[in-house]
């Protein structure tokens, strides 16, 4: 076994050694060497503060008490950091532009930098962290006593009767010491403190190693591998009653709250960080050390309840499993990281907290009472040092006090649990102020406030047992001895875990008020302003205030008031970037808006926003909020809502237009193929009659001893095929004609029956020579059209010699039928042949398209009679279309605008 003074000489050693980190940090801070301190893995390796003794030594307790409920504990943060990465880099961009200090300076910043409700979190959270720094107390002085074996029976991990407070006292003053030496050193500007992040990396891998060495030591030499560990557990460790119950998930959410709400846990998210893209790392790389941290914690756990004492402590498996193994190099390395996720966790939250007390609580009463003054001379920032380090001693007094009072309490997660829960009560106002314009800080101050107060009712004051404000009787019979007020049964609600039941009133009281009373109560014009700039952090910058708040002051004044809290080599740098150094003589000039509003964001990072603004409010003049640009600014988000909106607009019309553009590129390619196809029909058409009269002119020419009969013969064919070359030629060119407008048209007042009749005239003996019975329908008296008489009358002779010429019919007929209605004149030609194909009917009035091809007719035409046609009918105002008939035969319809139809009657 390892010996008391053994285990204090390296405890001590180890402690030199952070001294020594954090020393080297911060030496190589002010001399402008960050190189490595600003590493994203430095960064990372700071946020797992969060992995205190509760998670290193109570998350075994937790397993062995509870089974699997020590897990939402990682998976909070996990869910935040890999599926909330964006809300983390929002608060991160927030607290750079707008220099934050704290979760408290943050809240009250956003909701115009409310001194009230910096107060209110910041007594809320001093409360809350008060249990969680008697808990790491508790842990160091319980783990040192157990391996220094000032215990009866040290494998139980219980130290004789009760823990040794005067060794937890100097535990506490050793904490108080370093953190004073490195935490508030000086006033940084930006409230970082390299060399205590530096030393708190150190820790972060000292607490994995050893646990990771714990873990690896009960699978494979206390066991025999991890099959071996977990044939030996109990039913109950693995499959707990309440494992993905609501408690699983309520501590799930707590833990996710937990991680952006501590105080610790944004100092050195937030204000600690120093580049943005850091978070991409610590989004993957945070994530993994928790799974790495908590990869053992069940093989530990069922292996100390297999091996140890009946009765022994499971907060003390991790450091009492190596002493029973007697493997004492583990065992202080064990110790060591209990240490460090201790000692990292109080040096983090004094220092988070003291700044909290010191610019929330401490400077605004001071401002008040008239204890410093921006004039005065030089004792703000000695001042702000004092209350800090005071700050830090005052929140160790009060850990130790509680774990002095509850030194034999139950589990550490029940008491970190407590705390989570307090702290967890900043989230509405938090989360919605980032999120949501409408809320305002009367809103805020007002759930916040009484979600704390039902939550110090019922959870945090009875963890006392009756010894501390409520009574014993008060938690059995209820306030005023009404059992409608008992701390665990609140307005009767009887069945609910005590901690279920605190965060279910405290969260409906404090999310009712903050949500109701935002919808009920108008903004102040600086909230607006604020909420603007947080809500809209990435579009609006904070350089958009400028000009906003429209102040005076002179910069000798304001000059002044910076070196008595920057100190003097940091404010004539600050004054020099702004080009407002002090000149020497002639009167002091004033200040702009913009200088005043850079100054103040200075401030900010190191007496938080409220008491920035207040001491600036003390030197500056004429403090009044321009409504008209604050307007500009508050509707920015509207702007970029409108222009986002136009954008979708512009989009769809986008989409359409190509859609558009495709349709008229399949036409494009239509008529590409359709300009081959009709050189290759023009080739085609011209090729067969001139074959025809090159061949018979050349047995003309060659061939000897022909008798006159087929000279005539060949002569005729040569005519004919002449003529019928002529007419196609003559057909081509006034196609081309009517298409381009170029064919001579005489439009004048025409009785379209007339030209109809004309046209059934001339068709009469095609119809009798094919067999064809042609029916008309006509009659139209008074309807009048404009168009050339003899191009009407083609159109008609066209539709009806092809109805007769491609009725295949055995009865065939085709019925021609006119009509006048109050604008048109129509006429329908139909017929009972086979039809046009329904893949032909959009190609039937192209050129040389000839939609009856299917027919085998025995006098097929060029295909162009149609085209012409459609072409003549558009240069009269009118249309030719292919229209549904009353059977299966093909039915065109001509369409005339009447020119005037009074007298037309059908």
């Known amino acids: 076994m390892l010996s008391p003074n053994v285990v204090l000489a390296i405890a001590l050693v180890y402690v030199a050694l952070l001294f020594a980190v954090a020393f080297i940090g911060d030496r190589r801070a002010r001399a402008g ?11 990372t390796l700071s946020i797992s503060v969060y992995c205190t ?6 998350a075994v307790g937790s397993a062995a008490r509870g089974g699997l409920e020590f897990a939402t504990i990682y998976i909070g943060p996990t869910l935040v950091f890999v599926g909330w990465w964006v809300f983390l880099r929002k608060v991160v961009r927030i607290g750079h532009v707008h220099g934050t200090t704290s979760i408290a300076d943050m809240v009250s910043s956003r909701y115009g930098k409310s001194p009230a409700l910096a107060a209110v979190v910041t007594l809320i959270a001093v409360v809350a962290a008060t249990p969680y720094i008697a808990l790491q107390l508790r842990a160091v002085t319980v783990s040192a006593q157990v391996i220094g074996n000032a215990a009866p029976d040290a494998l139980s991990g219980l130290p004789a009767a009760t823990p040794d407070f005067t060794l937890g006292f100097w535990i506490a003053v050793g904490m108080a010491v370093f953190t004073i030496l490195f935490g508030t050193r000086n006033i940084d500007a930006k409230e970082r403190h390299h060399g205590v992040v530096a030393a708190i990396a150190v820790e972060a891998v000292v607490k994995l190693v050893a646990l990771l060495a714990v873990g690896v030591m009960v699978v494979y030499g206390i066991s025999d591998g991890p099959a071996d560990v977990f044939a030996r557990a109990s039913p109950e460790i693995l499959h707990a009653a309440d494992v993905f119950g609501p408690r699983w998930i309520v501590v799930t959410a707590l833990s996710a709250a937990a991680i952006v709400c501590l105080p610790r846990e944004f100092q050195v998210t937030v204000v600690e960080n120093t580049d943005e893209r850091h978070l991409r790392t610590a989004s993957w790389l945070f994530p993994l050390y928790l799974m790495l941290i908590s990869l053992f914690v069940l093989p530990i756990a069922i292996a100390g309840l297999d091996v140890l004492p009946e009765g022994s402590n499971p907060d003390m498996f991790v450091l009492t499993l190596p002493m029973w193994a007697r493997q004492e190099a583990i065992a202080l390395l064990a110790f060591l990281g209990g240490f460090s996720s201790a000692t990292s966790m109080v040096i983090v939250a004094c220092i988070a907290l003291s700044t909290m007390i010191s610019n929330h609580i401490v400077m605004p009463v001071a401002l008040r009472l008239g204890w410093v003054a921006a004039s005065a001379g030089g004792e703000i920032r000695g001042f702000l040092l004092a209350s800090r380090r005071v700050g830090i001693c005052l929140m160790l007094l009060l850990g130790f006090l509680y774990f002095r009072v509850k030194g034999n309490s139950e589990a550490l997660a029940s008491i970190g649990l407590i705390s989570f829960a307090g702290c967890a009560q900043v989230m509405p106002a938090f989360v919605g102020g980032l999120f949501w314009r409408r ?25 006392f047992g009756g010894d501390f404000i409520v009574t014993s009787r008060i938690i059995s019979e209820g306030l005023f001895g009404w059992p409608f007020l008992r701390p665990y049964a609140l307005f009767g609600l009887d069945w609910l875990d005590p901690l279920l039941h605190a965060l279910f009133w405290s969260f409906l009281a404090n999310v009712a ?3 109701g009373l935002s919808l009920a109560r108008d903004a102040k014009p600086l909230e607006r302003l604020q909420a603007t700039l947080f809500v809209d952090v990435f579009r609006t910058p904070g350089a958009s205030a400028t000009g906003l708040v429209r102040r005076s002051a002179a910069t000798y004044d304001l000059n002044l008031l910076a070196q008595r809290i920057l100190g003097a080599d940091e404010a004539r740098r600050l004054f020099r970037e702004m080009g407002a150094a002090p000149t020497v003589g002639g009167p002091p000039p004033l200040a702009d808006d913009a200088l005043i509003t850079r100054l103040e964001r200075k401030l900010a990072g190191s007496i938080g926003a409220a008491s920035a603004h207040a001491v600036i409010s003390q030197v500056v003049t004429g403090e009044t909020i321009s409504l008209d640009e604050l307007m500009k600014i ?11 909106r136009q954008l979708e607009q512009k989009s769809r019309e986008l989409e359409a237009t190509a859609r558009e553009l495709g349709v008229v590129n399949e036409r494009l390619t239509r008529l590409d193929l359709e300009k081959d196809d009709f050189l290759s029909q023009v080739s085609h058409e011209v090729r067969t009659p001139m074959t025809s009269i090159r061949s018979f002119a050349e047995i003309l020419l060659d061939a000897r001893g022909l008798d006159a009969n087929q000279s005539a013969r060949y002569l005729r064919i040569i005519h004919e095929e002449s003529i019928r070359l002529t007419k196609l030629l003559d057909s081509i060119l006034d196609l081309g004609m009517v298409e381009h407008g170029e064919a001579p048209f005489t439009l004048a007042e025409t009785d379209p029956e007339a030209a109809l009749a004309s046209a059934l005239r001339s068709c009469e003996g095609l119809a009798a020579q094919s067999g064809v019975r042609l029916v008309a329908d006509v009659g139209v008296s008074g309807a009048i059209v404009r168009a050339d008489a003899d191009r009407l009358s083609q159109v008609f002779i066209n539709l009806i010699s092809n109805a007769i010429k491609y009725n295949s019919h055995a009865d065939p007929w085709v019925r021609v039928a006119s009509r006048a209605t109050a604008r048109d004149y129509e006429v329908l030609v139909e017929d009972n042949g086979p039809g046009v194909r329904h893949e032909e009917r959009e190609l039937i009035f192209s050129k040389f398209s000839r939609g009856w091809a299917h027919t085998q007719a025995p006098t097929a035409g060029a295909g162009l009679g149609l085209a012409i046609s459609r072409q003549i009918m558009r240069r009269h105002g009118g249309t030719l279309a292919l229209v549904p008939g009353t059977g299966a035969g093909a039915c065109f ?3 005339l605008p009447l020119a005037r139809a009074d007298s037309a009657a059908a």
């Not at 060497?33 to 960064?43: E, F, H, I, Q």
């Not at 800080?441 to 019922?458: C, E």
């Not at 508050?634 to 986002?644: G, H, K, L, N, P």
């Open 33 to 43: 060497r960050l190189g490595w301190l600003k590493s994203p893995l430095v960064y």
């Open 53 to 58: 003794s509760w998670t290193f030594y109570g």
């Open 439 to 463: 809320a305002n800080g009367v809103a805020a101050l007002a759930g916040l406030s009484a979600g704390a107060l039902i939550w110090a009712y019922t959870l945090f004051l009875p963890s």
């Open 513 to 515: 008020l903050f949500v």
């Open 634 to 644: 508050a509707d920015e988000t509207q702007r970029v809502r409108d222009y986002s």
């Open 893 to 895: 319809q001509v369409t």
